[in-house]
């Protein structure tokens, strides 16, 4: 039987990231939640494919969910839309 070598190569075709800033909305409808549970688990740090950020003294928060981290954590990726000039 002839060996076989125990370290194979694999290679992924990766999607074309851009670090677009995921809308929670999109989010929230790729992974079957609601946009309340991700803005809250963001918050509190449970969810890990972006952050949220306090503004100042508010009770607002900004959120920044770059499109590498969704994939990685969710699976879910969908490309940037192109802008065509006329």
Do not use: H
């Not at 694999?10 to 409808?29: M, W």
């Amino acid at each position: 039987m002839p060996e076989r070598n125990v370290y194979e190569k694999v290679y992924v075709d990766l999607p074309a990231f851009t670090g677009r800033n995921v809308p929670i909305s999109e989010i929230a409808r790729a992974i079957g939640k609601d946009q309340s549970y991700v803005r809250i688990g963001l918050q509190q740090g449970w969810l890990k494919f972006g952050v949220a950020a306090k503004i100042g003294d508010s009770k607002e928060y900004n959120y920044f969910c770059p499109d590498k981290k969704v994939w990685e954590e969710t699976g879910y990726f969908k490309p940037m839309e192109r802008e065509y000039c006329r």
